[in-house]
Structures are given as structure tokens and as C-alpha cells.
């Protein structure tokens, strides 16, 4: 059973989740698709909420398709740059966008993953 959080208790994690090393947003969309605070600007915000909502619907039916009694609870997808973590529940998402600070790869496959 899951217990709904108190506001303060909420604030605490987004702080703490904010101050992690790498990180360089948060986004919390609510049910109905609104950015409800976000560290981006306008623009960035709604280009990610956009594509998290996406994502996450055809990542769910995936799931779902391959288990209907399973569900999504996080995607990550990491680019050359950033890594994106959306956590979808209850028809709302946490999105924290992060610097990706892996070490470059290299090896025999040299510039291509570069």
C-alpha cells in the first residue's frame, strides 16, 4: 500500500535528488501532461516532457504487450551527452536529466563511438 507523501517530505527529495553530482534538471509532470516544476527553461522543459510522455507510453506497451500484468517503473536512455531518467506513476512523471559522466569508450571500433 502506498502512502502519499507529505509536501516537505516531497521537497526533500527533489532537493536531494537536485544535488546529486551530473545532475542538470528535474521535471515533475502531473496527470495531465503539465510541467509542474522544473529546473529547465520553458522551452527545454516542455521539448522534454514531450518526448518522456512518448517514450514512456511505447516503452509501457511493450511491457505490457509482453506481460499484462507487469508495468513500466523507469526508462533510461543515455546519449553521448546527457542521460535521461524518467520515472513514470500514476500518470505522473519524474524526469532528471544528467550530464553523462562515463568515461569515453574507445577501442577497436575507434570514432564510431566517439
Same mark, same amino acid.
Given at each position: 500500500m502506498t502512502h502519499p507523501l507529505s509536501r516537505p517530505h516531497v521537497e526533500q527529495i527533489l532537493d536531494r535528488i537536485q544535488q546529486q553530482k551530473g545532475v542538470t534538471g528535474l521535471i515533475i509532470v502531473n496527470q495531465d501532461g503539465m510541467p509542474i516544476r522544473s529546473t529547465l527553461d520553458n522551452s527545454s522543459t516542455l521539448q522534454y516532457v514531450n518526448m518522456c510522455k512518448t517514450m514512456c507510453g511505447i516503452a509501457r506497451s511493450v511491457v505490457r504487450d509482453t506481460d499484462p500484468t507487469n508495468d513500466l517503473k523507469i526508462l533510461r536512455v543515455r546519449t553521448r551527452k546527457h542521460e535521461v531518467i524518467? /520515472?513514470?506513476?500514476?500518470? #505522473?512523471?519524474? @524526469?532528471? @536529466? #544528467? /550530464?553523462?559522466g562515463s568515461p569515453q569508450q574507445t577501442g577497436p571500433m575507434g570514432s564510431l563511438l566517439d
Amino acid at each position: 500500500m502506498t502512502h502519499p507523501l507529505s509536501r516537505p517530505h516531497v521537497e526533500q527529495i527533489l532537493d536531494r535528488i537536485q544535488q546529486q553530482k551530473g545532475v542538470t534538471g528535474l521535471i515533475i509532470v502531473n496527470q495531465d501532461g503539465m510541467p509542474i516544476r522544473s529546473t529547465l527553461d520553458n522551452s527545454s522543459t516542455l521539448q522534454y516532457v514531450n518526448m518522456c510522455k512518448t517514450m514512456c507510453g511505447i516503452a509501457r506497451s511493450v511491457v505490457r504487450d509482453t506481460d499484462p500484468t507487469n508495468d513500466l517503473k523507469i526508462l533510461r536512455v543515455r546519449t553521448r551527452k546527457h542521460e535521461v531518467i524518467m /520515472a513514470p506513476e500514476n500518470g #505522473q512523471y519524474l @524526469i532528471v @536529466i #544528467q /550530464a553523462d559522466g562515463s568515461p569515453q569508450q574507445t577501442g577497436p571500433m575507434g570514432s564510431l563511438l566517439d
